[in-house]
Structure formats: C-alpha cells, structure tokens
C-alpha cells in the first residue's frame, strides 16, 4: 500500500520565524492536498496541487509539488500566533481509489 | 446546509455499550468519509461512501464497527461493544463527488469517551 511520512512531526518557532514541512510519498501521486486543523478543531482544506512542480501561494504560505509529484512542501514565511496547528498533508492516486491517505501531521507550535 | 454537521459533539460511554454517532453531510455531496483521530495522531480512513455505490470498508477496525448511509444523505457509524481503545474523536467528510480533485469538507467532530 501507500505509503506516506510527513515530517517533522512536531515544530516550534519564535513568532517571525520561517516554518517548513515536508511530505513524502512511495508511490507516483495524481495529486495532493494540504489541511490545517486548529487545536481542538477539524481539518479545513487549504489547497490543492496537481501538476509537476507546482508551486501555489497564499499570502504567506507557499505549496511546491515535486518534480516527480512524490513530494511536496509547506513553507510559511514570518509564523504568526494565528498560523499555530497541525498541517496535513492527504496524498491521492490514480487507479480505483478514492481514498486520500493522510500523513500524520506536523504541529506548529508558535511563542510569541 | 451551512456545512457537515456531527452529533453528539461529546458522547462518554461505559465499556461494552453499543454507541451510534451520525453524520450530516452538505447537501449535494455525494462522497461521505469517517475518520478517526486519536489524541495527537493522524487521521485513520474508516470507511468511505459514494453515492449508491457499495461501500469501500477496508479501513474499520473490527466487526464491532458499522456504518450505514441513505442514499447521499445522512450516515450513521455504530460502534457495538465499545472498548477503551475506542475512545477518540471520530471525524465526518463529505465531497462532491468521485473525483480525486474534490475537497473534502470536515465535520466538527463527535469525541468519544469510553470509560
């Protein structure tokens, strides 16, 4: 089966500080999506990304997908208290299932 | 509807008490996800819905666990003889459709406590 690391899994930064997690992949994907889930709250999707080398900003926040779309990154740039939580990665491919397998999580802890 | 909705939000039980937590999905989604989530862990695939399609099980644990869906609209996940282990918050999704490209949209949860 696929298989999916995430790391690290948890992270903490003085708030201004830059933060990064990476998510890898055995398998070749379709596509890839990121979640970021507050303390005490629920998964919200974030973005999706498709195509080879892709890169996709949000204010801050900056998504890349691998040249060989087996990895993919999340950089924020300038952490703020707000961005504090637990970033997801959920891997897709194609074949039959329509299943997203999530990676674990990075937890973003940010000091003020 | 404004988005996924769970009940109960907090649910605490006795061990060996069946459990039965419901899922209202966003109207017109036809995919329908049930999720666990340990305290600190990831998210463990429990069984997925699509449409009227059978649906794909391969993630419950046991037989203890069920789920059970009308048509595209509200989905029920049983949990018969609860265990310790079973303690967790249990998370609701739904997407539009059968499409790797669709989003899913979580619920709020339904944390259960088995004591």
């Known amino acids: 089966g696929q298989q999916v690391m995430q790391i690290p899994q948890y992270q903490h930064v003085q708030e201004g500080e830059d933060f990064t997690t990476y998510c890898n992949s055995s398998?070749?994907?379709?596509?890839i999506q990121w979640y970021k889930q507050r303390p005490g709250g629920h998964p919200v999707f974030l973005i999706q990304?498709?195509?080879?080398?892709e890169v996709k900003k949000q204010k801050r926040l900056t998504f890349q997908f691998g040249e060989a779309k087996k990895n993919s990154s999340l950089h924020i740039t300038a952490t703020q208290t707000t961005d504090v939580g637990t970033y997801f990665c959920a891997l897709l491919t194609s074949g039959g299932s329509y299943i997203p397998t999530f990676g674990r999580g990075t937890s973003l802890i940010v000091h003020p | 509807g404004a988005g996924v909705s769970q009940s109960p939000s907090n649910k605490v039980t006795e061990k060996g008490k069946d459990v039965e937590l419901r899922c209202d999905p966003i109207s017109g989604h036809t995919a329908l996800y049930w999720y666990r989530q340990r305290l600190g862990q990831g998210l463990e695939f429990l069984i997925y819905f699509q449409g009227n399609s059978a649906p794909d099980k391969s993630g419950l644990p046991s037989d203890r666990f069920s789920a059970e869906r009308t048509g595209e609209s509200v989905s029920t996940l049983t949990i018969q003889r609860t265990q310790q282990e079973d303690s967790a918050v249990y998370l609701c999704?739904?997407?539009?459709?059968?499409?790797?490209?669709?989003?899913?949209?979580f619920g709020p949860g339904t944390r259960l406590t088995v004591t």
């Open positions: 999704a739904s997407s539009l459709g059968q499409d790797l490209s669709y989003e899913q949209y």
């Open positions: 398998t070749t994907l379709s596509n």
């Open positions: 990304l498709v195509k080879s080398g």
